[in-house]
């Protein structure tokens, strides 16, 4: 059973950089892809971008000036890092694996970040 | 802002069947798979169909999923208690390089 954990810092400042990492168990992320995902109140789910292990990447037009993703295939875990946040990016992050036509079938737990300013 | 537009709310008693919409576009719906999550209170969405009508292993067929054009619905017939939630459509959409995106969300009650 595939099992993802998020980490990072919960509180970031405004105009600093977000960064979290996702941790998985139970599969190797050379397999599929890897993606983010948040979800606020106000914009409901949102998804941020994927990346699969040959390096191929889509991000979220809205998004993909300030998004960088990156995969450690030594610790099997994967990264989230977000520039310049604001107030907007204030939400719960989840990271999933995407098996792509069969769907996003794996979530973390979520964590909520804040910016503050 | 979604680009998958649904229905705010749903609702029934129990045993009940409630339906869902979801619109959208050429660009998304009209030409790739739909998808549809699932999020009860309090936890991570979860996969309740793939492929606009699969289901996953371990997913009811009280819940199924269809397709027509650049519009999709999901039905949940034999309504129950804990299928109160939201429930959030998803496709791939082709435009600007390809991303993937989620519907409004609808609320499912239980009366």
């Known amino acids: 059973q595939v099992q993802l954990q998020e980490s990072g810092t919960r509180l970031v400042k405004f105009s600093e950089t977000l960064s979290l990492t996702c941790s998985v168990s139970?599969?190797?992320?050379?397999?599929?892809?890897w993606t983010w995902i948040r979800q606020s109140a106000d914009k409901g789910l949102e998804w941020i971008g994927r990346?699969?292990?040959?390096?191929?990447?889509n991000y979220n037009p809205s998004l993909r000036s300030r998004v960088f993703m990156s995969l450690d295939l030594s610790d099997n875990k994967f990264s989230l890092k977000l520039h310049s946040v604001t107030a907007a990016d204030t939400a719960i992050y989840y990271c999933a694996r995407d098996r792509t036509v069969e769907g996003t079938d794996s979530w973390g737990h979520g964590i909520l970040v804040t910016v503050s300013s | 802002q979604s680009v998958l537009t649904q229905s705010p709310s749903a609702s029934g008693t129990p045993g009940q069947m409630v339906t869902m919409s979801c619109s959208g576009s050429?660009?998304?719906?009209?030409?790739?798979?739909v998808y549809w999550y699932q999020q009860l209170p309090g936890t991570a969405p979860k996969l309740l169909i793939y492929k606009n009508n699969q289901r996953p292993s371990g997913v009811p067929d009280r819940f199924s999923g269809s397709k027509s054009g650049t519009s999709a619905s999901l039905a949940v017939s034999g309504l129950r208690s804990e299928d109160e939630g939201d429930y959030y459509c998803?496709?791939?959409?082709?435009?600007?390089?390809?991303?993937?995106?989620f519907g409004t969300g609808t609320r499912v009650t239980v009366l």
């Open positions: 139970g599969a190797s992320i050379r397999t599929y892809a």
């Open positions: 998803a496709a791939w959409d082709n435009s600007l390089n390809g991303h993937y995106v």
């Open positions: 050429s660009s998304n719906i009209g030409t790739n798979y």
């Open positions: 990346l699969d292990y040959t390096g191929r990447d």
